[in-house]
């Protein structure tokens, strides 16, 4: 324990005030603008009031360069494109945390709604919810999106007529080799799985998938440290899947409710990850608005449910858990606010948020490093 405090008071003098990005959804009446910025205090859980960091359209998911301070985005261009599609777009992350629009490109499809950039920071994958289509972009020396590589597009539909009437993919994930990338389709009710050339930002050849329930709808995935285990969240059934991953195939899927025993009120699940430690797993519920906790077997990966706590807002859409497993900090979409949840990182429960700052309506919550 002693140990544990010293580390805690030494990463909080070096990390005081560690920066996040949010993105947010402008349309409708929340007033948001683009992608805001606010610091962290690891020690104290205490979140400063998020301030506009750059003007952009629909800012959705965000992620970082991993070299460079280049924060890349989703969104819509501010010329639209001749084919309609969205947008990647680059910004530059100054000393004080202040973003400068660099570049975009094309997304490849429409509806945009997830990136993942490649470890060796080349290039960046895209989900299209709109169309399904799937893209890469390639990342010049300087992190800025320079071309459209590959666009994947797949047929299909689901069940759910409403939800499911064509191929939705959701979110994008590379293995840590860089030879694989993975895609929920929320339409297909599948993990789409493709070989990836990381020399030159191609996708090639889809490899066997994992197929979900009918109907579950796959939105996002996180993967256990060694890769052996993947956990897929799926928003239209509320479920939390586990399968077990090993010589490129999927296997043993097994699924749990996120949702209390009897719940009868409209739900669905948005974000799912695993801790830092690997000992336990996290979901989302919207309407339920709660963070469903779950312990995880290291050894085998399966789940055995620990906690429903309340999220502290409306509409959980995203989270992320500190670098030092102590806090979780939730997007509330529709009340407009994000809240940092006390976590205890032996038993993986959450407490009561201990504080909660407005955002105009929070999609995603990026922590960035000390290098910045």
Avoid at 274 to 286: E, I, L, M, Q, T
Wanted: hydrophobic share 35%; glycine share 10%.
């Amino acid at each position: 324990m002693i140990r544990f405090t010293v580390y805690l008071l030494t990463l909080s003098t070096s990390l005081q005030a560690l920066p996040i990005f949010i993105g947010t959804n402008t349309g409708g009446s929340s007033g948001s603008r683009g992608i805001y910025q606010a610091d962290f205090d690891l020690l104290t859980g205490n979140l400063t009031k998020p301030e506009l960091a750059a003007e952009y359209r629909n800012p959705g998911f965000l992620a970082l360069h991993p070299a460079k301070p280049v924060l890349l985005a989703i969104g819509e261009p501010a010329k639209p494109f001749l084919d309609g599609s969205g947008s990647v777009a680059a910004f530059s992350i100054s000393k004080d945390h202040r973003l400068t629009f660099l570049g975009e490109a094309s997304s490849g499809g429409k509806g945009t709604c997830h990136l993942a950039v490649s470890p060796d920071g080349c290039t960046v994958a895209v989900a299209n919810y709109g169309d399904g289509r799937i893209a890469t972009v390639r990342l010049d020396g300087n992190g800025l999106p320079v071309k459209t590589v590959s666009v994947i597009s797949n047929t299909g539909s689901g069940p759910n007529l409403s939800r499911q009437n064509g191929p939705h993919a959701h979110g994008v994930y590379f293995n840590k080799a860089a030879t694989q990338l993975f895609v929920p389709d929320l339409g297909l009710d599948r993990v789409l799985i493709y070989q990836f050339d990381a020399a030159n930002s191609m996708l090639g050849g889809a490899l066997p998938s994992l197929t979900m329930n009918s109907g579950a709808g796959p939105r996002h995935m996180a993967f256990s440290a060694d890769e052996r285990c993947a956990y897929v969240i799926n928003e239209l059934d509320n479920t939390l899947s586990m399968a077990s991953y090993d010589n490129g195939s999927f296997k043993n899927t097994a699924s749990v409710s996120t949702l209390p025993e009897g719940f009868t009120g409209a739900n669905t699940t948005a974000e799912v990850e695993v801790s830092p430690d690997g000992r336990f797993v996290y979901a989302s519920n919207r309407g339920n608005d709660s963070i469903a906790v779950f312990r995880r077997d290291e050894k085998s990966g399966a789940l055995t449910f620990v906690q429903r706590a309340l999220c502290g807002g409306k509409t959980p859409r995203h989270f992320k858990i500190s670098p030092c497993g102590r806090w979780l900090l939730c997007a509330h979409m529709d009340s407009n606010t994000i809240s940092v949840l006390p976590r205890n990182p032996v038993s993986g429960e959450l407490s009561a948020p201990t504080t909660t700052v407005s955002v105009p309506s929070p999609i995603c919550i990026l922590f960035c490093g000390a290098w910045l």
